[in-house]
């Protein structure tokens, strides 16, 4: 961290050193940027004469007169200015100065010229005052020797020079346009592998980047290879220029360096306003190592630490604040990434604060004021001379970070990619997608289920729709564009959530698919830059071997295509994600309905079958009419059997049922004509019809499910449902079966918000809604063989309905540590009665319909001049990623493209061409 701050005229004084600019600067960066560097106090005797007493002065106007100590003498042209700002002014002939319009607030006045010791005092301006200063300056006795000054130096000097102004200017993008104007007044000399330098006089620092003149009093600088720390007194001019551009890029990086600066962290705590202005602070927890830090904060780091508030813990004292916290806090600023964005999952620099036990003082300008009380390294230990602003810099209302709602409420994206950049009729088009989440603590709460359409611009028609379940937050789909629904034309193929459709048009992902001729091809022109990554291809016996630098992407797809790609176009919009607003999150199949003419109070639900699945679900029924069933394992077209029962088990009344239909778009991205152009076909060898495909693969059928029984072997209990209907109360059929077996009772269990839960107990186990209330497992509960973890579902289910129950009450291996306690499993009346065969007409009393459910995972079909298609490519643990590509079956040139995210969410490239000889 850069000290900007000149060396005090006593140790009292120390204080000086600006906000946590006393703290230890930090050199080269060890793995993560994890070391603490701890900070180092500098003692400096008095050498300067003070006429006023030293405490604290206040005004808002300083005026005065400077002159020579030994013979009176008023001095002209003597610098005068309160440090590390830009207010400043030179004395007259007469010796006098006059600063003015200060703002409140507490400063260093500095007075220096050449010859003369600086003279430093500690002031404290306040409203509607005005302090008179008369300085006498000492001699400086070592300047007036005689010294000769070389601007010629020898190449030890010049890369000791290189080294300092490295340290000592800082980052390389601003130090590129920042120039030390007068170089060689400064002398290095290094002991031990430690470099040290000395000013004989002022340093004239023209900093382009922020647009200031920097004059710097250098009064000490060491550097041992690992750290850095300097000392001095800094006066700030701001540089002239009449072009708009250069002001408005001054301006800009001026608001950059503040934004997560030290200045701008202390006057967020001082205003309550941190958590809005973009930082959060960790500690860490009871037990953990804090030097030992993960890549990934979300999925594993959160969880060593925790999130602490410091903005209460800001105590305001008469002319400063104090401010305590444990004795080490890890700082997320998460408004800019930087070199100590160590944290692959989530975008914010990070910083570590140490204390020795005192609490940290600062001001109302964001300084602090007893620096020595802590050390810090990270982001917050990079500043250097080069990002340094003066103290009076006000920064414009909009540098000030405000996390957008999206990162508050998490909120949610499908990215996507297809195997090769356009198609010809009849071919096959695979794609590859993965969520992109605003936040990852919430990510797991979103959809899990994700649509595909494939839109024709010119009519708005959606000519292919698929609804796809994520694993891993990962989907694919496969689809073929068959000539007679298909003609070569500009297709649009998008993606989207539920929850997304009701948002906003920004959540929709598009990608302009062209589909040509056999004989043509679609030759890409530039478009917008993405992130790109170096990529390198071996040959290893029958195999192409890929290799991917593992830090540079989080997923991805890889493509082998007959020709060359060149620039894809990239996705049409991928833009910020939105905020959250409410709105249906799918976390499976939902299928909804409704029975006309429903008279309330009558009992009556509603049973769905799956034939194909053997499985069957209930639904209640609202006062309107309406059922639905969620979470539904359905897969491509299947046939379902509804019935809508009553209070005895009969069939009662017809029903209807629906699933989201085809919606035409209400918007689409307009479509340059400059994106692609066609182009004949010229790859040697290459004719209509050419295609690689994979080896036949044979899918067999799924075995059919066993019968229930063969689950646990035999039953030990079995209640006949005619028995259980009796004796059911209210239609439950959990109250039908209490009191029926030994050692099974059914309870309501209080929670700890005050509500009660329906909870089974069987010998020492039990089944309460999802979770366990005793340290055994609980009792498996089955409904035609399939688990049921929440039980409060199954009092949906009529006991005219109940086949029978099989009740297991010693533990079952077959059933694993779920049937440790015992099984208690309800067959309906349709399950026993073997209802799985689907047969051409639906069973007495039930009403068939076919749903389209989620798209059928399927046998990755290589397209047209696709060699190989690997849609999911994740980055190994090693540094880098090698995927083994089979060679492919024929010479010529092949385009090898990457195409994924990085782990910030922004898309990344990488492609070569390679050309295959036998």
């Known amino acids: 961290m850069d000290d900007r701050s000149g060396s005090a005229a006593s140790p009292r004084q120390l204080f000086q050193l600006n906000s946590l600019r006393g703290g230890l600067l930090s050199g080269p960066r060890s793995g993560h940027g994890l070391k603490t560097m701890y900070p180092k106090t500098l003692l400096i005797a008095a050498l300067l004469l003070v006429v006023l007493p030293s405490a604290w002065v206040r005004g808002q106007r300083i005026s005065g007169t400077v002159s020579a100590a030994t013979t009176g003498e008023k001095l002209p042209f003597v610098s005068v200015f309160l440090n590390n700002t830009s207010i400043a002014s030179e004395t007259n002939l007469e010796g006098f100065y006059l600063l003015k319009n200060i703002p409140v607030g507490s400063y260093s006045l500095v007075v220096r010229q050449v010859g003369f010791k600086p003279f430093t005092q500690r002031i404290v301006v306040e409203n509607n005052t005005e302090l008179k200063l008369d300085v006498r300056l000492l001699t400086d006795e070592k300047l007036l020797e005689e010294v000769k000054v070389s601007q010629k130096k020898d190449k030890v000097w010049e890369q000791q020079f290189e080294q300092f102004e490295k340290q000592f200017l800082g980052d390389k993008l601003a130090r590129n346009q920042c120039r030390i104007v007068n170089p060689w007044v400064l002398e290095f000399s290094e002991e031990k592998n430690v470099l040290t330098a000395k000013a004989k006089d002022i340093l004239e620092i023209n900093n382009q980047w922020l647009g200031y003149q920097v004059r710097y009093s250098l009064n000490e600088f060491r550097y041992d290879?690992?750290?850095?720390?300097?000392?001095?007194?800094?006066?700030?001019?701001?540089?002239?220029?009449?072009?708009?551009?250069q002001k408005a890029n001054w301006e800009q990086h001026r608001a950059e360096a503040y934004r997560g600066s030290d200045v701008h962290f202390f006057k967020s705590l001082q205003g309550k306003t941190s958590a809005q202005e973009g930082f959060e602070f960790f500690v860490d927890k009871p037990g953990e190592d804090p030097t030992k830090r993960t890549p990934f904060f979300h999925q594993n780091q959160v969880k060593k630490l925790s999130k602490i508030q410091l903005d209460s813990a800001v105590k305001a004292v008469k002319n400063f604040y104090s401010l305590a916290f444990p004795a080490r806090i890890e700082v997320h600023y998460n408004g800019k990434e930087g070199v100590f964005s160590i944290y692959k999952d989530k975008a914010c620099q990070v910083a570590w604060i140490e204390t020795n036990g005192q609490p940290l003082l600062f001001n109302s300008q964001g300084i602090m004021l007893n620096p020595q009380a802590c050390s810090v390294s990270g982001y917050l230990a990079e500043n250097r001379v080069s990002t340094l602003l003066p103290l009076d810099y006000m920064p414009p209302t909009n540098a000030i970070y405000n996390p957008p709602k999206s990162q508050i409420s998490p909120s949610e994206a499908a990215y996507f990619t297809t195997d090769k950049p356009y198609y010809f009729t009849n071919d096959v088009v695979q794609v590859s997608g993965q969520m992109r989440y605003s936040s990852e603590e919430g990510a797991d709460t979103l959809s899990q289920l994700v649509y595909v359409e494939l839109v024709q611009p010119a009519t708005k028609k959606v000519l292919v729709q698929q609804r796809l379940s994520l694993e891993n937050r990962h989907f694919t789909a496969q689809f073929l564009l068959q000539d007679s629904l298909i003609t070569p034309d500009t297709y649009l193929l998008r993606t989207y959530t539920k929850w997304g459709k009701h948002q906003s048009d920004s959540t929709y992902t598009y990608r302009w698919i062209p589909v040509l001729k056999n004989e043509e091809m679609a030759v890409y022109l530039p478009t917008v830059p993405t992130d790109s990554m170096s990529i390198k291809v071996e040959e290893l016996n029958d195999s192409l071997v890929?290799?991917?630098?593992?830090?540079?992407?989080?997923?991805?797809?890889?493509?082998?295509?007959?020709?060359s790609i060149g620039a894809r176009h990239p996705l049409t919009s991928l833009n910020e994600l939105v905020a959250w607003r409410n709105g249906p999150i799918e976390r499976g199949m939902v299928v909804s309905g409704k029975v006309p003419n429903y008279r309330p109070n009558k009992h009556e639900s509603v049973l769905m079958v799956l034939p194909s699945a053997n499985l069957s679900f209930f639904a209640s029924i609202n006062s309107?009419?309406?059922?639905?069933?969620?979470?539904?394992?359905?897969?491509?077209?299947?046939?379902?059997?509804?019935?809508?029962?009553?209070?005895?088990?009969?069939?009662?009344?017809?029903?209807?049922?629906?699933?989201?239909?085809?919606?035409?778009?209400?918007?689409?991205?307009?479509?340059?004509?400059?994106?692609?152009?066609?182009?004949?076909?010229?790859?040697?060898?290459?004719?209509?019809?050419?295609?690689?495909?994979?080896?036949?693969?044979?899918?067999?059928?799924?075995?059919?499910?066993?019968?229930?029984?063969?689950?646990?072997?035999?039953?030990?209990?079995?209640?006949q449902g005619k028995d259980l209907y009796e004796n059911a109360v209210g239609m439950n059929i959990l109250s039908a079966i209490q009191g029926r077996v030994p050692g099974l009772r059914i309870v309501e269990f209080p929670e700890d918000n005050g509500l009660t839960k329906l909870v089974i107990t069987m010998r020492m186990g039990a089944s309460a809604g999802g979770f366990v209330r005793t340290k055994l497992p609980q009792p498996l509960v089955l409904v035609d063989g399939v688990g049921f973890d929440n039980i409060n579902l199954i009092s949906q289910i009529p006991a005219s309905q109940v086949e029978r129950v099989e009740v297991v009450n010693r533990a079952e291996s077959l059933l694993g540590l779920r049937g440790y306690v015992g099984v208690i499993s309800i067959i309906t009346k349709h399950a026993g009665a073997g209802l799985g065969e689907v047969s051409t007409n639906e069973p007495k009393g039930f009403q068939k319909f076919v749903v389209d459910g989620v798209s059928p995972k399927l046998t990755p079909k290589l397209g047209q001049l696709v060699a190989y298609w690997n849609p999911s490519v994740f980055p190994s643990s090693s540094a880098i990623t090698t995927i083994k590509v089979p060679k492919p079956p024929k010479n010529g040139l092949y385009s090898i493209y990457f195409e994924g995210l990085t782990y910030r969410g922004k898309p990344v490239v990488a492609s070569v061409s390679y050309i295959f000889r036998q």
């Open 225 to 245: 290879g690992a750290q850095v720390f300097f000392s001095g007194l800094a006066e700030f001019t701001s540089l002239y220029t009449n072009e708009a551009s």
């Open 546 to 563: 890929v290799s991917l630098p593992s830090a540079g992407f989080s997923w991805g797809t890889m493509t082998v295509f007959r020709g």
């Open 624 to 719: 309107k009419g309406h059922f639905q069933f969620t979470n539904l394992p359905l897969e491509g077209k299947q046939p379902v059997l509804l019935q809508v029962t009553n209070a005895k088990g009969k069939p009662a009344l017809d029903a209807t049922l629906s699933v989201d239909s085809l919606v035409s778009p209400k918007w689409l991205p307009a479509l340059s004509s400059n994106q692609w152009k066609i182009a004949p076909m010229y790859y040697d060898g290459l004719v209509k019809g050419i295609t690689v495909q994979l080896n036949e693969v044979q899918v067999k059928a799924k075995v059919p499910p066993k019968p229930i029984t063969s689950m646990y072997k035999e039953a030990d209990y079995v209640l």
